[in-house]
């Protein structure tokens, strides 16, 4: 073994002849080594270097063996540091720096897991320094790139590449040479895949057109299975009327061309275009263009002889195909393009839910006495049911009548006797007091004297729930209505003779309906105006029937799904009634023969609550379609396995089952069923690519089905 250190005034010559030489004792400037090792153990080749280096050296227990290495040149003290770890390296060893001018000596593969450092750009290490670098990428996935590095790395060693997808970054482990080589591959895949971009200004097409041709000629010309830097992509701007190109130098030299060759100056300074509008109703749009189009003729001037010279704007709607004719000079025709791209527009819905809940209970009492004689005294109380007049009159009305005979003298003398049968009685005035018996009526006759008792207690409850729904677009009103068309009377007109009399009659809705005009705010707020109306027939009367109305009209903010409430009314009356004869119906106990008392109590609670749910797209409007569509289904079901009465062999209709997947397309059904049987993505996406194609390759006009 031969370490030697001397001073840079040494020739060459006397370092190789000689065996084995001490510290040069001449002052020095710079140290410099000449190292000869020959079956040297390797431990003590590293305490050596250590001593040299003035450095605290730490060995790993399994870094064992013999290492033969002559070094023929003179190296200073950072090549004779490189030297070290070149050596290491060959025999599968790696050095980690520590702090306090430490370093530990372990096998390649443990020194990855150990403290490295982790280098940058302005460090990045050199020759076999073990490092770690964080690479970050803009264009390419990091995901798609680790692979290929790790076959370029030593992942059996030192060695390891990790990627990080939510950063897109690339962490590389290695020696410092080979970290720096791999980082210096990623700079250049990234460089290549990032595209530049070029702004085109056209001077008489639409940006939106030119955009749409060339997106249909890559699309139409197969170049979807291309690879990216063959595509360009291109955006246009509305805006500045100019097109955005991204790609490689190619692509976009070939796009910038096409570009240059369509926007040329039309033969005539008119342009005529058809509109397939897909959203909007083309008479509708007409009457919105109208205006701006007359603004637009004079450039927002007033007009005069210089602006009048431009050709007039038509705009006109042809109905059956839901499409618009313009008419108009370039640079107009540009500016409609954009007014009417952002009028046709998928318009938001809006499903209304109102929620109506009556609580009505009343409690009704009456006890009255009443009692009359043939002498003519008595009493009469008419607060509960019939009086004892009118049944009095009825039972004698309702008695029988004997046979007798009636005789009568004429202007001769002669007498004429007609004889008269037995005769029922006329039970119709005792039906109709009868008929205003409520509860329970006794009735006592004993001699000259009769009375009537009559005594009452009614409980009514009732639990009324509503929930009227409706679906409209923003901004659109809708109204909603269950319920009957009743008759009234409003006038009659008879002649003098009665010849022609004839009634006029007035139908009127009653049930429930609600109107509402719904407004989309910014997030999920809805601005609802509302009318609520419940409404029901209460009775008649001696001029027509009554009803009973309830009606809400107010204007809310609430948010999608959620429950508002509009209003209610809570309504307690007690209603107590007593007629009685003056100071005897106030003696106690006896006073009741002669009073009549009826009491009640009605209590109602009325609740009117909102919900607005907002449907942007399709997927929401089939959600709620479908859990109300088994909602009624269920209650079918229910129905069926209670079965109707007295009917056991009926079978009342059930909706068919809803199926979801039937209005799901072809080519998501494909990839749905490669996901179960466990095929892999790349096969699931190939097999699926026609009838995706067919989904996503919709025309451009509004004659498409879509």
């Known amino acids: 073994m031969t370490i030697t250190r001397i001073g840079k005034q040494f020739c060459a010559s006397m370092l190789l002849g000689a065996s084995v030489l001490g510290a040069a004792s001449l002052p020095v400037y710079a140290q410099q080594y000449a190292a000869n090792f020959k079956g040297t153990d390797v431990q003590e080749f590293i305490n050596i270097v250590g001593k040299n280096l003035n450095k605290t050296i730490i060995v790993d227990p399994t870094v064992r063996g013999k290492i033969n290495v002559r070094s023929y040149d003179l190296l200073n003290d950072e090549q004779y540091y490189q030297f070290f770890l070149n050596v290491l390296q060959v025999y599968g060893f790696a050095i980690v720096e520590m702090d306090n001018n430490i370093i ?96 085109v200004q056209l001077r008489h097409a639409s940006a939106g057109e030119m955009v749409r041709i060339i997106d249909t000629l890559y699309r139409s010309s197969g170049a979807k299975g291309a690879s990216p830097g063959q595509s360009p992509k291109v955006v246009a701007d509305e805006r500045t009327n100019a ?261 006029t009659v007035e139908r009127k809705e009653v049930g429930i309906k609600l109107k509402v005009i719904p407004q989309i705010n910014e997030g999920s707020g809805v601005k609802l105006t509302i009318e609520q109306e419940v409404s029901n027939i209460n009775g008649k009367t001696s001029v027509d029937v009554t009803f009973g109305t309830r009606r809400l009209t107010t204007t809310v903010m609430a948010d999608s799904g959620k429950i508002v409430v509009l209003g209610g009314l809570l309504q307690e009356a007690v209603q107590e009634s007593v007629q009685k004869v003056p100071f005897l119906g106030d003696i106690p106990i006896i006073g009741h023969l002669f009073r009549s008392s009826s009491s009640g109590v009605t209590k109602k609670n009325l609740m009117v609550f909102i919900k607005p749910t907002i449907i942007r797209d399709d997927v929401t409007m089939q959600g709620i379609a479908g859990r109300k569509y088994n909602y009624f289904r269920g209650v079918q079901l229910e129905q069926q396995e209670r079965g109707v009465n007295l009917m056991p062999k009926v079978t009342p209709p059930i909706l068919d089952e809803w199926n979801p997947e039937d209005d799901i397309p072809e080519g998501v059904k494909k990839v749905l069923e490669g996901y179960q049987s466990g095929d892999g993505l790349e096969t699931r996406i190939r097999d699926s690519e026609p009838a995706l194609k067919v989904i996503t390759d919709k025309p451009q006009h509004g004659d498409d089905n879509d």
């Open 104 to 199: 530990k000596v372990v096998k390649d593969k443990d020194a990855k897991l150990s403290n490295i450092r982790v280098a940058d750009d302005n460090a990045p290490g050199i020759g076999d320094e073990m490092v770690t670098r964080i690479v970050p990428l803009y264009n390419v996935e990091a995901k798609q790139l680790a692979p290929l590095l790790r076959q370029l790395n030593d992942n059996a060693g030192g060695g390891n590449v990790v990627n990080y997808d939510p950063s897109n970054v690339l962490m590389i482990t290695g020696r410092a040479a080979t970290v720096n080589k791999l980082v210096e591959i990623v700079k250049r895949v990234d460089l290549q895949g990032d595209t530049a971009m070029d702004v």
């Open 243 to 503: 097109v955005i190109v991204s790609g490689d130098e190619k692509s976009r030299a070939r796009v910038r061309n096409l570009i240059e060759t369509l926007d040329g100056e039309l033969k005539t300074t008119g342009n005529t275009k058809v509109v397939y509008l897909k959203y909007a109703k083309a008479e509708d749009l007409v009457k919105v263009l109208s205006g701006f189009a007359e603004t637009l003729e004079n450039n927002g001037e007033p007009k005069t002889t210089k602006n009048s010279s431009r050709n007039r704007i038509t705009i006109v709607s042809h109905d059956e195909t839901n499409a618009l004719v313009i008419n108009a000079e370039p640079d107009q025709m540009r500016t409609l393009d954009s007014v009417i791209r952002q009028l046709d527009v998928r318009r938001a819905q809006v499903l209304v839910e109102a929620i109506i809940v009556e609580v009505a209970e009343g409690d009704d009492v009456g006890f009255g006495i009443q009692w009359a004689t043939t002498a003519g005294a008595g009493t009469q109380f008419n607060n509960l049911g019939p009086t004892i007049g009118e049944i009095g009159a009825g039972i004698w009305q309702a008695q029988p009548k004997k046979a007798n005979n009636t005789c009568t003298v004429t202007a001769s003398g002669a007498e004429n006797c007609t004889n008269n049968p037995d005769q029922r009685g006329d039970i119709s005035l005792l039906a109709q007091a009868l008929g205003k018996v409520n509860g329970m009526a006794w009735g006592v006759a004993f001699g000259d004297f009769g009375a009537l008792v009559q005594a009452v207690s009614s409980d009514t409850n009732s639990n009324v729930l509503a929930t009227p729904s409706i679906t409209t677009l923003d901004n659109q009103e809708a109204s909603f209505v269950v319920g009957d068309e009743v008759p009234i009377l409003t006038g009659s007109t008879a002649s003098s003779s009665n010849s022609n009399p004839f009634q």
